[in-house]
Structure formats: structure tokens, C-alpha cells
């Protein structure tokens, strides 16, 4: 295990590298100044030239992008342009609620697509299979701000249990108001989850090792558990994996919708005030989310299934 | 040993009557095995021979109770120590899988499953139907590893199935049988999917057992010479019915009295006697859609366990070609 883990952050190292090439890159090949953003209409040029030269925009690309490589060495991701604070800074506030988000949108989902998937493939083709594959094709019909919208007019307005939106100010509110999110969030991975899930555990009923688990007496509750859901959540997985990694971009839209000042609303005004370094620093930080959730996902993988840790 | 001469004096462990199993294939009911009855006595083995598709395998699956969806016993009786099987939705069946009978499958690298150590797969049924703790469970996985000729069985109890080659496989799954001491194991082709010198030892590995255990077994094969080796009874099956059985193997295989008994004989190659071309069967049996849906005719006794078809059914008839019906 220590050395397929040794192995698999061996393997980011170059994925790292051309992430945050392309992140740089991208930031160069995209139109709009900074400067005329920040000046306002009609600036003096010379105004602009001095902003250029105090942000390190007049120096040769190639020098610019070692001097990101090198910022980057020293963990400095430079200042934001419009607030008078480092980016290294804005993002350990602005990332832990997109992180939680994150964490408990993913558990929601697994909770609520685990039961449904043994369940409707105990069930197949019985009613509530239908009845859950038809909910799964609504769900997944509806975009998540609408899904968000919906559960704000009942669960806060309605029934008033979860704030309306906002971040909170104590850990604890903190919690709660990033709830509802959460189910949006998980809601919205159960389809593609429950679907999947499903068919690999019908698979692994009709196999002929939940077979010869029947032969030897077990109960059902040991045959769908340690047999049909531990070898049928093995391809879940992967699954999950590729759907958490959107969501890191999904927060974007989430954090919105209920008004969460996370690593989405920041990207967000980065753009808006073309504040490059702000943009940079959210869009890395992104990617870095997506390239972890991949490793832990391949952890998981290597975990549930030894054929692929002793390779 | 010899079945008619204890015959009187032993109880039989799996008596199997009048069975009939109906498969729905896309919305229309064909009979796949019909007019089955058979008996394995105490301490005794049967083989039941058969090409493939002729249901050996089905018969096997209908006892366990591990028939597809598709498929269902619609009539006849399954006793296992005189009682019924498939009385009360087969709850008493469910008391008994594992403890009373147990199944050895077809394919190890398949029926095994391939994220669960070996060590646990031996004993989960163990753990579930007595209360060993965890520790005791794999000291029991070890003793039985040994058992069953598996070596450094200490060191590889952690192991995972890809670890292993067919043959331990298949030992791995033949302990797993043996881990609550069963009176009968139904055995599926189980040296089937092995190269030939892992199947001689997989047959010595059962002679053994016979021997210390007294353990009884239903031995589905194709491979007559399997049967020769290791049964005392014999069951010949085609296309869903038994065309010829008996209580004691060497009668059928010194006097075949149905044709198609005779034919499977004589397409055994023989190492000893004169080279002479090798006879075969000209077609297989239809496949189970193709099948004639008459009912089986009733057997009749060549003498007391001892027992043949009629000769004359259709599906039978399509087996030879002029040529080589003799």
C-alpha cells in the first residue's frame, strides 16, 4: 500500500506542473486589463504604464512565469489587486467552507444512494425500483441552483429549519448553514450514483461468488453487504470520484445560490475585477481540489480492491 | 464399495423424486429436466454424467435453491435426511446450506470473490453458524487449508483468490464446503476448469475426504472416467432427462443398456487394447428451446437399482446420423 501510495503522488507531480503552467497561460490569453478595470474610464496612460509596472505586468512573459514558478516554491501566490491582502491568505478563508461543502455534499450523497442503490437491485424491476429510477431521472432533469432554490422555499422559508442563506458567524452556525447546500449537493449526485451503484450490484447478485455465498447458508444481509455492496461499490467509486471533482466547480453555482463566501464567490469577483493573481490563485486552488479528490478516490479504489494495490 | 450390497442397511442423505424444472425464455415455459429421481446413500457418491446442457448442473442448482430468476421447480420432491427441502418457501433448505450440504462450483477464479481474503471466505458461513471469535475462525481457516493439502496454509490465509493458482483455488473453495462439516457436497464439474494434473489431484483430494469424512457427494462431470475413479452410483443424463442410472457403477459400465449410455462409452479413448478410431457422438442434444416438450416416459427396472429409459424419444433420435448408429 505504501508503495502504491508513493507511487500514485509520483504520478501528480507532472500533472501538478502543467496545471499550473496552463493556469498561467490562461490568465496571459485572456483580453481585459486590470489596469483599466481598477483606473476607471478614460485613464492617463501613464497612469496605466505605472499600475503595469507596480503589478510586474511590464516584464517579459517568460520572466513573469518564473517568477509565479518561484512565488509559488516560497508558498507567496503574490497580493490581490483590490483587496490590500495576500492571495494566500484570502483562500485559507475563503477555501474551508467550499471544502466542507464539499466533504458533506459528497457524504449526503453516499448516504442516500448506498440504501437506494442495494435496495432498488434487491427490488429490480419491482415497484420501487420504477419508482426510484423515475425520481432519479427527475432530479437529474432539474439544474442544482433550481434543486437549491427549492429546498430554501420549503426547508427555510416554509418550515424555516435552515437559514435562508449567509455563512453564519460561530463554528457551530457555520455548520448548520452550510446543511442545506449539502443535501442540495448530495441530492443531486444520488442519480448518477444510484444508477450506477445499482447495476454493479445486480451484477454482483447474479455472480457466481454471491452463488457459492448462498451455498454456504449465509444470510442475506451478509450476502448483500459484504458481497454485493463491497464488490459493486468498487466501480461506484470511480463514479463518485469523477462527480466530486465537478463539484468543485458546482460550488461555484451552490455558493451562490445561499450565499456562502467560498472559493466560488472569490473566483467569481476575481473575474469580474479581471484581479489576475486572485484568478490565478482560485483557479489553482480548484484544480488542486479536483487532483486531490482523484487521489483519494484511487486511495478508496486501492483500498476496497487489493487487485489493484498489488500491481 | 458397493451401494446394492449395504443398500438395505444405509439411509439415503439426498433423495430427489419426479423432478420437473420449467425455464420461461422469452415468455414461453420450456420443460428443462423432467421425471429426475435419484438418491445419493450415506457415505456414498454419485456421479451424474451428462454432456453440457443436458441439466446435470440445473439439478445441482435446484437443490441449493440457486436457480435463476427465469427458472422453477414445478414439481417433485427434494428430501435432505428425510425431509423436504422445499417445504415453507425452502426455510428448512435455508437451515441446512452449509451445515448439511454444501457446493463445490464449476469455476474457483469466478465463484470466489476476488476482494475477500480466503481465509475469511472459508469461514464466514463458520462464523455465522456457530460463535467463534475472529482468532479461532482463522486457526479453524488454517486447520482446514491444511486439511485439504494446501501448504504454508499459515502464510496464506491472508491471501486474496488472484493470489493463488486454479488448483489452490479450488482447494481454497473445497475447504469453504468442509468448514461446518456437511454430510453431502454437491460438486459442479469442479476439476472441469483445471489442467489435468491439478484434476488428478483434486480427485485424490475427494477420495480422501470420502475416506476420512464419510462425507456423501453428487458429482456433476462429463468426464466419465472422473466417475469411474471416485462414485459408487451413477446417473447418466440427456437433454433434461436420466436415460440410464444405477446404484452401482459397474453394471452400467460393463453392460450399457441405453444407447446413449453405450455411445458415451465408447467415446472414452482407452490407453490399453488395440488403436482403433475414435467414436464420437455425431450431434449434441437440441438446446432447450429446440427441445421436445413431451413428458418423459417412466423408467423401467433392469433389475432392482437399476434403471433405463425408453428408447425411443424425439430428441434422442437426433442424435445419430445412419452412419454410425450401430
Known amino acids: 500500500m505504501t508503495r502504491f501510495l508513493i507511487k500514485r503522488i509520483a504520478l501528480l507531480v507532472p500533472v501538478v506542473f502543467g496545471i499550473i503552467t496552463a493556469t498561467f497561460l490562461l490568465m496571459h490569453a485572456t483580453p481585459g486589463d486590470p489596469a483599466l478595470t481598477y483606473l476607471g474610464n478614460h485613464p492617463e496612460p501613464a497612469a496605466i504604464a505605472a499600475l503595469h509596472h507596480q503589478w510586474g505586468l511590464d516584464k517579459p512573459v517568460t520572466q513573469q512565469y518564473l517568477d509565479f514558478i518561484g512565488g509559488l516554491f516560497t508558498g507567496d501566490l503574490g497580493n490581490s489587486l483590490f483587496y490590500n491582502e495576500t492571495i494566500v491568505k484570502l ?7 467550499t471544502l466542507m461543502l464539499m466533504i458533506m455534499g459528497s457524504l449526503f450523497g453516499i448516504i442516500f444512494a448506498l440504501p437506494l442503490a442495494i435496495w432498488t437491485a434487491i427490488r429490480k424491476d419491482k415497484f420501487i425500483d420504477h419508482l426510484v429510477s423515475l425520481l432519479n431521472a427527475v432530479i437529474l432533469g432539474m439544474p442544482i441552483f433550481f434543486i437549491g432554490a427549492m429546498g430554501i422555499l420549503f426547508l427555510a422559508l416554509k418550515v424555516q429549519i435552515f437559514p435562508v442563506g449567509g455563512y453564519g458567524e460561530t463554528n457551530l452556525q457555520h455548520l448548520w448553514s452550510l446543511v442545506l447546500p449539502s443535501l442540495t ?57 469523477i462527480q466530486v471533482g465537478y463539484l468543485a466547480g458546482g460550488s461555484l453555482v451552490i455558493e451562490n445560490v445561499f450565499g456562502i463566501p467560498g472559493m466560488g464567490s472569490f473566483l467569481m469577483t476575481g473575474i469580474l475585477n479581471r484581479d489576475f493573481p486572485v484568478i490565478q490563485g482560485a483557479t489553482l486552488t480548484f484544480a488542486m481540489l479536483v487532483v486531490l479528490v482523484y487521489l483519494l478516490t484511487d486511495v478508496s479504489y486501492a483500498l476496497l480492491d487489493p487487485r489493484a494495490r498489488f500491481k | 464399495m458397493n451401494a446394492m450390497n449395504s443398500g438395505a442397511m444405509t439411509s439415503n442423505v439426498l433423495e430427489v423424486e419426479d423432478l420437473q424444472i420449467v425455464a420461461r425464455i422469452a415468455g414461453r415455459d420450456y420443460i428443462a429436466i423432467d421425471n429426475i429421481s435419484f438418491s ?57 446450506l452449509g451445515t448439511g450440504i454444501s457446493m463445490v462450483f464449476q469455476e474457483p477464479s469466478v465463484a470466489l470473490n476476488p476482494v475477500m481474503k480466503i481465509g475469511k471466505q472459508i469461514t464466514d458461513s463458520l462464523m455465522q453458524h456457530s460463535d467463534l471469535n475472529r482468532k479461532q475462525a482463522r486457526e479453524r481457516a488454517i486447520d482446514l487449508m491444511d486439511q485439504v493439502g494446501i501448504r504454508e496454509a499459515s502464510k496464506r490465509v491472508d491471501d486474496f483468490p488472484f493470489q493463488l493458482s486454479g488448483g489452490m483455488k479450488q482447494r481454497v473453495m473445497i475447504a469453504a464446503a468442509l468448514a461446518c462439516g456437511p454430510e453431502l457436497i454437491l460438486c459442479d464439474e469442479p476439476t472441469t476448469a483445471l489442467d489435468v494434473t491439478i484434476q488428478a489431484q483434486i480427485i485424490e483430494l475427494f477420495k480422501k475426504l470420502r475416506s476420512e469424512l464419510k462425507v456423501s457427494l453428487l458429482y456433476v462431470t462429463h468426464d466419465i472416467g472422473v466417475v469411474a475413479e471416485l462414485c459408487d452410483a451413477i446417473s447418466v443424463m440427456y437433454s433434461g432427462r436420466i436415460v440410464e ?31 482403433q478410431r475414435l467414436k464420437g457422438l455425431d450431434n449434441t442434444g437440441p438446446s432447450l428451446t429446440q427441445r421436445s416438450q413431451e413428458l418423459a416416459p417412466p423408467m423401467t427396472n433392469v433389475e432392482p437399482g437399476w434403471q433405463i429409459a425408453p428408447f425411443e424419444f424425439a430428441d434422442l433420435d437426433a442424435l445419430w446420423s445412419a452412419s454410425s448408429h450401430e
Do not use: C
Request: proline content about 5%.
Open chain 2, 245 to 275: 442410472q444405477a446404484d452401482d457403477i459397474n453394471k452400467v459400465f460393463s453392460h450399457p443398456r441405453h444407447p446413449y449410455t453405450k455411445a458415451l462409452l465408447s467415446a472414452i479413448p482407452r490407453i490399453d487394447g488395440p488403436i
Open chain 1, 185 to 241: 449537493i448530495g441530492l443531486g449526485l444520488v442519480p448518477l450514483l444510484v444508477r450506477s451503484l445499482r447495476t454493479s450490484v445486480i451484477e454482483s447478485l447474479d455472480s457466481e461468488y454471491v452463488a457459492f455465498a448462498r451455498s454456504k447458508g449465509l444470510k442475506n444481509r451478509s450476502v448483500w453487504l459484504k458481497y454485493a455492496l463491497r464488490n459493486g461499490s468498487i466501480s461506484g467509486i470511480s463514479i463518485l470520484g
Open chain 1, 91 to 97: 483562500i485559507s478563508l475563503k477555501l474551508p467552507p
Open chain 2, 40 to 96: 445419493v446413500a450415506e457415505g456414498h457418491a454419485r456421479g451424474l454424467v451428462g454432456e453440457s446442457g443436458s441439466g446435470k448442473s440445473l439439478t445441482l442448482r435446484a437443490i441449493m435453491g440457486l436457480l435463476p430468476a427465469n427458472v422453477r421447480v414445478t414439481s417433485g420432491v427434494i428430501k435432505f435426511q428425510g425431509q423436504d427441502l422445499l417445504a415453507e418457501g425452502g426455510k428448512y433448505r435455508k437451515s441446512v
